[in-house]
């Protein structure tokens, strides 16, 4: 079970994937409306994994990525935006991002990712 930060604009977004990763037995610790405010989640409440909107009020997704990454290099960050555009997902996982998922979201796909992100940083950690 893996403790995530959810970040999006859109509280509708926030519903339908914290509604997704507790089918998946995960926990929701925390929901974030800005990248400044995911920013500041992470720090407080340390996650497994943050999913993180590109567009968003105050600090955008990108912004936000590369501030959780210089707070922890190892952060696993999956990219959910609408916005499909080959530039923005290179943008993102040079960002630190671990994956992207493309909205309108499907639910399996979310969940996949998730434990394809735990089991790599399961076994990272193991090999460090």
């Avoid at 943050?50 to 600090?59: A, Q, S």
Wanted: glycine content about 4%.
């Amino acid at each position: 079970m893996a403790k995530i930060l959810i970040a999006d604009d859109a509280k509708f977004m926030r519903l339908t994937l914290a509604s997704m990763v507790k089918k998946g037995n995960h926990e929701v610790v925390g929901e974030a409306e800005n990248g400044e405010e995911a920013v500041r989640l992470y720090r407080e409440l340390q996650p497994d994994i943050v999913t993180m909107d590109i567009t968003m009020p105050v600090m955008n997704g990108i912004e936000a990525i590369r501030e959780i990454m210089k707070i922890n290099s190892n952060a696993n960050i999956i990219v959910c935006s609408a916005m499909g555009q080959q530039k923005v997902v290179v943008e993102a996982i040079e960002a630190g991002a671990k994956d992207f998922i493309i909205k309108p979201f499907d639910e399996s796909r979310v969940l996949e990712t998730i434990d394809r992100i735990l089991k790599k940083s399961d076994s990272s950690t193991m090999n460090s």
